[in-house]
């Protein structure tokens, strides 16, 4: 129950004055992943490397009466992310959430086939940005909350996408590591998609509108429907604010499925 002191429920999920950085943030996942922050009051930093979406991204969230500003960030240059987290500080005077968002990887093989150059280009983009990011935006908090967007490929074995779904992996070490090590200034969290039908998915699985929505009994999906980006934003949130105070290095999967380990 609220006492003086206790905080209400609305009250633990408002991000009013809060601050966040949501990379890969112009289209899919991310872009709902900025709304659903910015709707529950933070301003946030819109990054991805096509300026085209990420304006018009920062611009949706001003006209729905947010706040947002757009950077164009290459997620796999490290100066560039440094360049990011200062001008979320220089623009908004602080920085307490930064969603390592940006990620994927459109080619579908086994590994005897795999280009060395696809293995690791999927690792740099997956798996080392995540960590110079976090590293980065860990520095310029004073407290705050890093959540890393990993996928249901991070467990067990995916045939042809195997470099993938290591990246994926090695993204779940780094988030029980890394909220151990940064415990208890900065929380580490990570969210787990099953399928939200955005263009890398399609594209990986060479789908069109029509065959998408055949996934949910291909795929038996328990909940009998495909994830939507807004799914992913509401995890986000949880771990973004206060409600999530006392949580940190854990993965949590939003699959609309039971637990796959
Ligand atoms: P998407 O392709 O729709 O969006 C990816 C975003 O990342 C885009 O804004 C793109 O510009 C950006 N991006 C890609 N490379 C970048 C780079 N080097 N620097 C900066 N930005 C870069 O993909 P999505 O489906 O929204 O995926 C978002 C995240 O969710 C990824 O990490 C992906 O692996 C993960 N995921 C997606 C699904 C799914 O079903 N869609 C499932 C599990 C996990």
């Not at 900025?34 to 991805?48: R, Y």
């Not at 195997?162 to 994926?168: D, I, M, N, T």
Request: net charge negative; glycine share 10%; with cysteine.
């Amino acid at each position: 129950m609220a006492g003086p002191t206790t905080p209400t429920t609305p009250q633990l999920f408002d991000m009013g004055g809060k601050v966040a950085v949501v990379t890969g943030g112009g289209r899919g996942i991310g872009e709902g992943i900025a709304h659903s922050l910015a709707e529950a009051g933070a301003s946030i930093v819109v990054a991805a490397r096509r300026t085209d979406e990420i304006e018009k991204v920062a611009a949706d969230i001003v006209a729905a009466g947010g706040q947002a500003t757009a950077v164009a960030t290459d997620v796999t240059d490290s100066d560039a992310l440094e360049a990011l987290a200062q001008s979320a500080v220089d623009t908004y005077g602080r920085l307490d959430t930064w969603v390592n968002n940006a990620g994927g990887s459109p080619a579908r093989m086994k590994l005897d086939k795999l280009p060395r150059e696809e293995w690791d280009n999927t690792i740099s983009l997956n798996l080392t940005a995540v960590y110079v990011a976090s590293v980065t935006a860990a520095r310029k908090m004073e407290t705050g909350s890093i959540i890393n967007i990993s996928s249901g490929a991070g467990f067990g074995a995916i045939p042809k996408s195997a470099h993938y779904g290591a990246a994926k992996a090695g993204v779940h070490s780094l988030t029980y590591s890394l909220a151990a090590e940064l415990a208890p200034r900065v929380r580490v969290n990570c969210v787990a998609p099953g399928a939200i039908p955005t263009e890398i998915m399609m594209q990986a699985l060479d789908l069109d509108e029509e065959s998408v929505e055949g996934l949910v009994d291909a795929w038996q999906i328990p909940m009998g429907r495909l994830g939507t980006p807004q799914d992913i934003g509401a995890a986000c949130l949880y771990f973004a604010s206060d409600a999530s105070s006392w949580v940190t290095g854990q993965v949590i999967q939003v699959s609309g499925a039971p637990s796959r380990r």
